[in-house]
């Protein structure tokens, strides 16, 4: 990934900015006095939270460190420092909930910067999680609030076994939990063709004023992880997605926070790919079929969301 990244700064002239610790205040935002005693109590400590999420000596630190460059890309944007951040932070944080750490993650670094933005005055903030498996904790922290508009497009069945289309958000957030499960096997055709046919409309119709997009690098093809086939070109349309979305109300505005993604030269390339088109660079155009044997999924999307996203046509 860094290597992947050096490359941009040379050639693109990415600007890098340290990150600095979330304060106590930004993450009791979205979690609970009781988790963050539980993690700031594996400081210097082996702890095993779960079967897959396993706390370091320094893990807390890294945890602390990462909610904190995701808040502070946020910050920088909304000031008009930089109109785009790409937030390459360790451990992930979409599966962490307000009171639980899971699967690699221990503080929802995305959520917790989609709060910040709220505190600052912001009334629509999107999140799109491209991550090969749901954000089930970013999903459970907003799904009665109708302020953030979170998009997850996931291997289904698959980890951690949330994410049904049927799950659109509770109370006065329903609708604003958008689940596009995918099957093992897509690739970039089909992944386009559903940030161009789905994601994009229903981006603009919420029109955020500022987009944040949980990056994870495991859909790629060479991941060990995950059984999608996504390439770097195919990340790189991801990203032109959010940027379109991003062009109404937000002015451009948005931050790409890293998250999963298992094989490292997969990460580097994807990250210099992506960093490309936040830098302005458009891609070639992917081509996709306006039809094909996803029809049914687009068509059950278009069921199911219709009511509450009439753009889409359902
Ligand atoms: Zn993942």
């Given at each position: 990934m860094r290597s992947g990244l050096q490359q941009a700064e040379l050639e693109w002239r990415l600007v890098h900015v340290p990150a600095r610790d979330a304060t106590r205040e930004e993450l009791l935002r979205v979690h609970t006095e009781a988790h963050l005693a539980e993690i700031a109590a594996s400081a210097g400590r082996t702890v095993r939270f779960d079967p897959d999420t396993q706390a370091g000596p320094r893990s807390y630190a890294a945890a602390l460190r990462a909610a904190g460059g995701a808040v502070d890309a946020v910050e920088r944007v909304l000031a008009g420092e930089a109109d785009r951040a790409f937030c390459a932070v360790r451990p992930p944080g979409h599966h962490a909930e307000a009171d639980r750490a899971m699967g690699f993650c221990l503080f929802n670094n995305v959520a917790v910067a989609a709060a910040h933005a709220l505190a600052r005055g912001l009334e629509r903030v999107m999140v799109v999680d491209w991550d090969v498996h749901h954000g089930n904790g970013t999903q459970a922290i907003f799904?009665?609030?109708?302020?953030v508009l979170y998009v997850s497009t996931h291997e289904y069945p698959f980890y951690p076994g949330t994410g049904a289309l049927a799950e659109v958000g509770e109370g006065k957030g329903r609708g604003f939990t958008v689940n596009l499960p995918f099957p093992a096997g897509m690739g970039d055709a089909e992944y386009a063709r559903v940030y161009r046919q789905v994601v994009e409309p229903i981006g603009r119709a919420f029109d955020p004023q500022l987009l944040l997009v949980s990056v994870g690098f495991d859909p790629h093809v060479a991941d060990p992880l995950a059984g999608m086939r996504v390439t770097e070109r195919g990340f790189a349309e991801l990203a032109a997605v959010c940027l379109s979305i991003a062009s109404g109300a937000a002015g451009g505005r948005a931050v790409f926070v890293l998250e999963g993604g298992y094989d490292l030269e997969g990460i580097a390339r994807s990250s210099a790919a992506v960093a490309r088109v936040l830098l302005g660079f458009a891609p070639e155009p992917l081509s996709w079929p306006p039809?094909?044997?996803?029809d049914p999924l687009v068509d059950a999307y278009r069921r199911v969301l219709g009511p509450y996203w009439p753009v889409l046509g359902g």
């Open positions: 799904q009665a609030e109708p302020r039809s094909g044997p996803i």
